[in-house]
């Protein structure tokens, strides 16, 4: 009974925090607008901010306009352009030479079906307003140039096309946009893209054509809205897209940090530091996208949140490159990488250091990674990640097969005790202290350990959290299928496996009938329980319920074995 109590304890208390994390997501308080120094003054009417703040403190400790975002009265008017590769297809507004939109066209947003063989591409960029997430760069001078004169990300460039294809046999693809004042500043925005690369190129190089020496800063942002809340609470408890962090996120050069969207207000929380080597990025499962700055310069990394009281703010992270400065007919660049794609664990370091840590299974990760890994293998092996699952459940119970024999001994010797443990609660009634010193010396007598069954659930119960967050964070188990599942990652839509596992809990307590001294609250708890733990499964990831209903049924096999060879032996020692 030792692994039942953990694990009812377990159940309330996983159940709880679903329950308390999705209670946060929907009625927590919007943030106060009065603790946020950011610029309202950005909103126009209609209470959007297509861009940034109007300034920013560069590197070099001075302040440089980057114009007010609401309210651009420039004449010329932007196109949008379209670059397709292998893996990305991206839309670039030449205002600013922003990615406004990108497709990843390896990651259906849905599994495929027979109904739906071809779903639509995951769209990880988005400039509609609801879904808002936009990559922002450009360059800002430290002189009293006016905004709107200024090669930033609300200047409109120029393009020689409107679409741009990474061909058949092209193994690079290279896009120009350009910008030019009257004085004679000329930049040259160029992206750069390889094929079956999500890593994006970004060089700014300035022509100083004036008589006038060029100082300022190049700069990269994301901007992006909190994503929708569709539903109510059951769903969002139930959609891992909901579960998961979102919010921004960046690499200090030593450290991973987050910063969830409901902080972005706290002036403690937010990001204002000189960094090396390091990157910014929004996170979201299984995707994200980063800024990658040259890792040998320190940036100016900051977050805000853009007009703050408005139904729905735009939060911003940004890194400010170190000043430089570009001589009367000289020329200079500043370069930067964009990553747009999936979260590949073991793929995203070779980008950047620390990229990996994108994929975030917080304190579990040293059980996380390495259960990742095995998983992997296994699926190397089987080619499908449910068979993958199952093979993992075998080679854990064939590791702790001793330790979970020692457990279901330790159970049926108990309950063959209950009998006269019951006789002991008769004889001392209310006097519990006597009552555990003849339990104790009765335990002692029969040479039973009563707390022999809690180091399997001390093994079990972190093997549970680790193989949740790689179920729940792992994009390689995103969509996969097995039998009638169509994505391992998603719940079970037809609640077979928490079924399953409630039958194997009912065939546990029937090898485990309730003690004969038992709390009666507690005996009608466990009787429960199978209730329970089908409910809690039901929202749990279907490639979780599938570990834990063959662990169940693997496990409920050894202990029927172990009980009856228990039996066996007392009758033995009887005759």
């Given at each position: 009974?030792n692994?039942?109590?953990?694990?009812?304890?377990?159940?309330?208390?996983?159940?709880?925090?679903?329950?308390?994390?999705?209670?946060?997501?929907?009625?927590?308080?919007?943030?106060p607008?009065?603790?946020?120094?950011?610029?309202?003054?950005?909103?126009?009417?209609d209470?959007s901010?297509?861009?940034?703040?109007p300034?920013?403190?560069?590197?070099?400790?001075?302040?440089?306009?980057?114009?007010?975002?609401?309210?651009?009265?420039?004449?010329?008017?932007?196109?949008?352009?379209?670059?397709s590769?292998?893996?990305l297809?991206?839309?670039?507004?030449?205002?600013g030479?922003s990615?406004?939109?990108?497709?990843?066209?390896?990651?259906?947003?849905?599994?495929?079906?027979h109904?739906?063989?071809?779903?639509?591409?995951?769209?990880?960029?988005?400039?509609?307003?609801?879904?808002?997430?936009?990559?922002?760069?450009?360059?800002?001078?430290?002189?009293?140039?006016a905004?709107?004169?200024?090669?930033?990300?609300?200047?409109?460039f120029?393009?020689?096309?409107?679409?741009?294809?990474?061909?058949?046999?092209?193994?690079?693809?290279?896009?120009?946009?350009?910008?030019?004042?009257?004085?004679?500043?000329?930049?040259?925005?160029?992206?750069?893209?390889?094929?079956?690369?999500?890593?994006?190129?970004?060089?700014?190089?300035?022509?100083?054509?004036?008589?006038?020496p060029?100082?300022?800063?190049?700069?990269?942002?994301l901007?992006?809205?909190?994503?929708p809340?569709?539903?109510?609470?059951?769903?969002?408890?139930?959609?891992?897209?909901?579960?998961?962090?979102?919010?921004?996120?960046?690499?200090?050069?030593?450290k991973?940090?987050?910063?969830?969207f409901?902080?972005?207000?706290?002036?403690?929380?937010?990001?204002?530091?000189?960094?090396k080597?390091?990157?910014?990025?929004?996170?979201?499962?299984?995707?994200?996208?980063?800024?990658?700055?040259?890792?040998?310069?320190?940036?100016?990394y900051?977050?805000?949140?853009?007009?703050?009281?408005?139904?729905?703010?735009?939060y911003?992270?940004?890194?400010?490159?170190?000043?430089?400065?570009?001589?009367?007919?000289?020329s200079?660049?500043?370069?930067?990488?964009?990553?747009?794609?999936?979260?590949?664990?073991?793929?995203?370091?070779a980008?950047?250091?620390?990229?990996?840590?994108?994929?975030d299974?917080?304190?579990f990760?040293?059980?996380?990674?390495?259960?990742?890994?095995?998983?992997?293998f296994?699926?190397?092996?089987?080619?499908?990640?449910?068979?993958?699952?199952?093979?993992?459940?075998?080679?854990?119970?064939?590791?702790?097969?001793?330790l979970?024999?020692?457990?279901?001994?330790?159970?049926a010797?108990?309950?063959?005790?209950?009998?006269?443990?019951?006789?002991?609660?008769e004889?001392?009634?209310?006097?519990?202290?006597?009552?555990?010193?003849?339990m104790?010396e009765?335990?002692?007598?029969?040479?039973?350990?009563?707390?022999?069954?809690?180091?399997?659930?001390?093994?079990?119960?972190?093997?549970?959290?680790?193989?949740?967050?790689?179920?729940?964070?792992?994009?390689?188990?995103?969509?996969?299928?097995?039998?009638w599942?169509?994505d391992?990652?998603?719940?079970?839509?037809y609640?077979?496996?928490?079924?399953?596992?409630?039958l194997?809990?009912?065939?546990?307590?029937w090898?485990?009938?309730?003690?004969?001294?038992?709390?009666?609250?507690?005996?009608?708890?466990?009787?429960?329980?199978?209730?329970?733990?089908?409910?809690?499964?039901?929202?749990f990831?279907?490639?979780?319920?599938?570990?834990y209903?063959?662990?169940?049924?693997v496990?409920?096999?050894?202990?029927?074995?172990?009980?009856?060879?228990?039996?066996?032996?007392?009758?033995?020692?009887?005759?």
């Open positions: 009974m692994q039942t109590r953990t694990f009812l304890l377990f159940a309330l208390m996983a159940v709880a925090y679903f329950l308390v994390m999705a209670w946060e997501k929907d009625y927590a308080p919007p943030p607008a009065a603790t946020i120094a950011s610029a309202s003054s950005n909103a126009v009417a209470g901010v297509p861009g940034a703040i300034s920013v403190t560069t590197a070099s400790g001075s302040t440089a306009a980057i114009g007010n975002a609401g309210t651009d009265t420039s004449e010329a008017a932007s196109q949008l352009i379209t670059v590769t292998d893996v297809r991206l839309t670039v507004d030449t205002r030479g990615v406004v939109h990108a497709d990843l066209l390896a990651y259906p947003n849905a599994p495929r079906t109904k739906e063989p071809n779903p639509a591409p995951t769209v990880l960029l988005d400039n509609e307003p609801a879904h808002y997430f936009v990559a922002q760069n450009g360059l800002v001078s430290s002189s009293d140039t905004p709107q004169d200024q090669p930033s990300h609300q200047a409109v120029q393009s020689a096309k409107t679409s741009y294809t990474l061909a058949d046999g092209q193994d690079e693809l290279k896009v120009d946009l350009t910008w030019q004042d009257a004085a004679g500043l000329k930049v040259t925005k160029t992206y750069s893209f390889k094929r079956g690369s999500y890593v994006i190129g970004l060089s700014q190089r300035i022509d100083n054509g004036t008589d006038k060029w100082q300022g800063n190049a700069y990269q942002q901007l992006r809205v909190e994503p809340k569709t539903g109510n609470w059951l769903t969002n408890v139930s959609n891992p897209e909901i579960r998961s962090f979102q919010g921004a996120a960046w690499y200090t050069g030593e991973f940090e987050k910063l969830p409901k902080d972005f207000h706290e002036p403690k929380d937010r990001l204002d530091s000189q960094i080597g390091g990157w910014a990025a929004m996170l979201r499962l299984y995707f994200f996208a980063a800024w990658i700055p040259s890792a040998d310069q320190t940036d100016h900051v977050t805000e949140t853009i007009n703050p009281d408005s139904a729905q703010p735009r911003l992270i940004r890194a400010v490159g170190p000043s430089f400065s570009v001589a009367p007919g000289q200079a660049s500043s370069d930067a990488r964009l990553y747009l794609g999936p979260n590949l664990q073991g793929t995203l370091d980008i950047a250091p620390g990229l990996d840590l994108t994929i299974y917080g304190m990760k040293l059980i996380a990674v390495p259960m990742h890994g095995v998983l992997s296994l699926h190397g092996l089987a080619k499908n990640w449910g068979v993958a699952i199952i093979l993992l459940v075998l080679l854990i119970k064939g590791v702790t097969w001793k979970t024999a020692m457990q279901y001994r330790s159970a010797r108990m309950r063959k005790l209950q009998p006269r443990v019951q006789a002991l609660k004889r001392y009634g209310d006097d519990k202290q006597k009552m555990q010193q003849a104790m009765l335990y002692k007598k029969e040479k039973v350990n009563p707390m022999g069954g809690c180091l399997p659930v001390l093994i079990t119960m972190p093997v549970f959290y680790g193989l949740f967050y790689v179920l729940e964070y792992s994009l390689e188990l995103r969509h996969a299928p097995f039998l599942l169509a391992l990652s998603a719940p079970d839509p609640y077979i496996l928490p079924v399953i596992y409630a194997v809990m009912l065939g546990t307590q090898l485990n009938p309730a003690a004969a001294g038992m709390d009666p609250a507690q005996a009608k708890m466990m009787k429960v329980m199978p209730l329970l733990f089908t409910v809690m499964f039901a929202f990831p279907a490639g979780l319920c599938l570990y209903a063959v662990n169940g049924i496990g409920l096999g050894q202990q029927w074995w172990v009980t009856h060879h228990v039996d066996r032996e007392e009758a033995a020692k009887a005759s």
